[in-house]
Nanobody
Framework: QVQLVESGGGLVQDGGSLKLSCAAS????????MGWFRQAPGTERKFVAG????????NYAGSVKGRFTISRDNAKSTVYLQMNSLKPEDTAVYYC??????????????WGQGTHVTVSS
């Protein structure tokens, strides 16, 4: 079973940057797809970005394309989400997710505990 631990959330000003990390453990992690989702108060959890671990193929939600970048470090078994040009509407709890199917478009079936990101105006 893959386990995921996020870090890097916090408070940032409008237009600022933040980098989230997700450390993955488990002997099958290299076959997974990894993704980031977010959930703002009173809304459903939404897909943000995904990456296939073995070849780095990525996909993004339209709302973050060009501002956010998902990447992975195979040696550290860590996935990152670099968030630039942040907006108040990016405020949410961000969740790291793992997909045992290996498809960065989903589905995702393993979840981290979440990390808060707040963008102040």
């Amino acid at each position: 079973q893959v386990q995921l631990v996020e870090s890097g959330g916090g408070l940032v000003q409008d237009g600022g940057s933040l980098k989230l990390s997700c450390a993955a453990s488990g002997r099958t992690v290299s076959s997974y797809a990894m993704g980031w989702f977010r959930q703002a108060p009173g809304t459903e959890r939404k897909f943000v970005a995904g990456i296939r671990w073995n070849d780095g193929i990525t996909n993004y939600a339209g709302s973050v394309k060009g501002r956010f970048t998902i990447s992975r470090d195979n040696a550290k078994s860590t996935v990152y989400l670099q968030m630039n040009s942040l907006k108040p509407e990016d405020t949410a709890v961000y969740y790291c997710a793992g997909g045992s199917s290996g498809n960065p478009f989903g589905p995702y079936d393993v979840w981290g505990q979440g990390t808060h990101v707040t963008v102040s105006s």
